[in-house]
């Protein structure tokens, strides 16, 4: 059975930020996104790239009823005390709940809330090592994209990436 991601806004940006969002679709999995994720992804690039990846049915597009939506702002106001989670946060999560999918995300406020539910949850580190592993990257080309990808987001974890640029390393040298 193939595994179906839901990604949240900002793997989308690493990715395309490193020209990898194509091979998102290469991997041997359903990636979905939500309507709210969508609307998010509003610079012209971003925009056209995912409109290309719909049209092409690599990317589906998880929209909500009225009711949903609803739900999907109550859980915004009961969380936002504690995770400060944004509307479209509560969307991935709502929707990753409602359907088994797994979540893509670079937020750890998001990953831990999701987690808690027993959702499982990834980011952009798990996403590279799918595509070391399907061999759609080598490992030097890994540790170059993750490179770029640091310079790009500061926020990711350095000892993480450490971790896995030695292990690509390791691989390269063999």
Known sequence: MKKIVLNDTNIIIDLMSVN???SLFRLPWEVHITDMVKEELTHERQH???EKAIGRRCLLVDSFTGEEIGEIHERHEQISQRANLSVCDCSVWYASEKHGYTVLTGDKKLRKVVEE???EAHGILYVIQA???EQLI????AISM???LQAFNQR???NDIDTYVNKWKSLIEL
């Open 20 to 22: 990898l969002f194509d």
């Open 48 to 50: 056209t790239l995912v």
């Open 117 to 119: 539910c027993g959702i």
């Open 131 to 133: 595509m070391v592993d």
């Open 138 to 141: 080598s490992p030097s080309e």
């Open 146 to 148: 993750l490179k770029r």
């Open 156 to 158: 990711l974890p350095k």
